[in-house]
């Protein structure tokens, strides 16, 4: 018997999601809630908002074919929705609320991390807005600020100057430019090296990291211009060696998934760790309680095993059961934005798609207006390309998005530029 699932969130990384569960010989219908134009295509859109927890609930306990939930952003996993749809006797992947706050409050990982030893840059912690502002008359410079709380990955701010120090702690503290998030602050020394992402798998006691992934968070090539939610992505970065795999795993990703069991916590779910390789050795940068987006548009279509048995073992606690494979191949996103985005764009432009050769379409803000594809978010299409190596990944990819058209339309062109 198949067994049907509701994937909530409307994202590139939702797309990925379902793209890879359909591959599963083990599940029917899929359902995504909201979905965007790509998901369409796969599964059932439901019009309901990812952060309706009352919405979800509700239809899932009205759809009993609805065998799995899996909660992919950020923002429900913080107000709880594992937690609610478990209250109901209702089977769903992703860490519970008390679990999720290691992406939710950086004041709660950084001193998870202290207390545990786990290697990341010196910092304070401020909730008085004064105070923190004595800190910055002496500390170090550069400087990095960084909001509590969610801030859709704009509440971090580096700051090479004192003037900047003070107009950011502004900013967030004052100006409360991130709402609540901002009502405490972590100020952190700065790190180098080079950065590099691990999404694990986990269920709590083991660990399983998947491929490496390397994001590019600026708007513009060359890293310039303003922080967005990732302009495109690679897998994986050549930087990373066994050796510092094995540093990692040992020093950070098991210290920390047994660290939230210590702590009450159980993380069950995909633990996404923010890693700088320094030269005196891994620290962590953050952690996400979620798969990435975009990394997961690279990391996912690497894997060849079945994504929904490594669900199933997340939940049960079984994970040490599953042998692992990835494809040795490369993977390249290219993520197509409207104009304007990250500040203001508009969206219900229509898109027209030419002929993008073996390359995967995962849709973020996509929908459909009088049967004509239109752009419904910012970034608005990834476009993925596999490959023999990340030259050849590379290549296809750009190849892909040049047959890509909306008015407005703009996208990075040195993504995996290595
Ligand atoms: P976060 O949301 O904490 O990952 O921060 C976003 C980005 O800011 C990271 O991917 C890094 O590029 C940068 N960043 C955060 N913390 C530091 C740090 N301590 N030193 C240098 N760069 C940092
Ligand atoms: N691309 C970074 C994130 O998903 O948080």
């Not at 209250?87 to 939710?104: C, H, M, N, Q």
């Not at 409050?105 to 909730?127: C, H, N, Q, R």
């Not at 764009?345 to 803000?365: E, N, S, T, W």
Request: net charge neutral; charged share 25%; proline share 4%.
């Amino acid at each position: 018997m198949k067994k049907n699932i509701l994937i909530v969130g409307g994202g590139g990384r939702e797309h990925a999601i379902a793209w890879k569960l359909r591959r599963s010989a083990q599940v029917g219908k899929i359902y995504c809630a909201p979905g965007n134009a790509g998901t369409a295509e796969i599964a059932e859109n439901v019009d309901i908002s990812a952060t309706d927890l009352d919405g979800i609930v509700d239809f899932v306990l009205k759809h009993s074919d609805i065998y799995m939930t899996v909660v992919a952003p950020d923002d429900p996993l913080a107000l709880g929705l594992v937690d609610r749809l478990e209250a109901k006797g209702l089977r769903a992947f992703g860490p519970r609320s008390e679990a999720a706050v290691i992406e939710a409050s950086k004041v709660f990982s950084k001193g998870l991390m202290k207390k545990y030893g786990i290697p990341t840059a010196d910092y304070e912690t401020f909730d008085d807005y004064e105070k923190a502002r004595e800190y910055i008359e002496t500390c170090k410079l550069p400087v990095v600020i960084k909001a509590d709380g969610l801030a859709l990955g704009k509440g971090v701010l580096i700051c090479p100057t004192r003037r900047e120090a003070f107009d950011g702690l502004k900013e967030i503290m004052e100006d409360k430019a991130f709402g609540n998030a901002g009502r405490r602050v972590v100020i952190e020394d700065v790190l180098t090296g080079f950065e590099v992402s691990v999404l694990a798998f986990t269920d709590g006691e083991t660990v399983v990291p998947m491929v490496s992934s390397q994001d590019h968070k600026r708007a513009l090539d060359g890293d310039k211009g303003l922080n967005t939610g990732g302009m495109g992505t690679f897998s994986p970065s050549l930087k990373y060696t066994p050796d510092m795999a094995a540093e990692a795993y040992e020093s950070i990703f098991v210290p920390t998934v047994r660290a939230m069991k210590a702590e009450n916590r159980t993380f069950k779910g995909v633990l996404y760790f923010g890693l700088m390789v320094c030269p005196d050795g891994i620290k962590v940068l953050e952690y996400n309680a979620r798969f990435g987006d975009p990394e997961t548009q690279v990391v996912l279509p690497r894997l060849k095993n079945d994504l929904f048995e490594i669900f199933e073992a997340c939940i049960d606690g079984t994970l040490d059961k599953i042998k692992f494979m990835w494809s040795d191949e490369a993977c390249v996103c290219v993520v197509a934005a409207s104009g304007g985005y990250p500040l203001k764009y508009q969206k219900g432009i229509p898109i027209r798609i030419g002929d993008v050769g073996d390359c995967m379409l995962f849709h973020a803000g996509t929908a459909v207006s009088n049967g004509q594809l239109v752009t419904n978010g910012g970034r608005v299409i990834g476009v993925t390309a596999m490959g023999r190596n990340l030259a050849e990944a590379r290549t296809k990819a750009y190849k892909g998005i040049s047959n890509i058209y909306f008015d407005g339309m703009h996208y990075r062109r040195d993504i995996c530029a290595l």
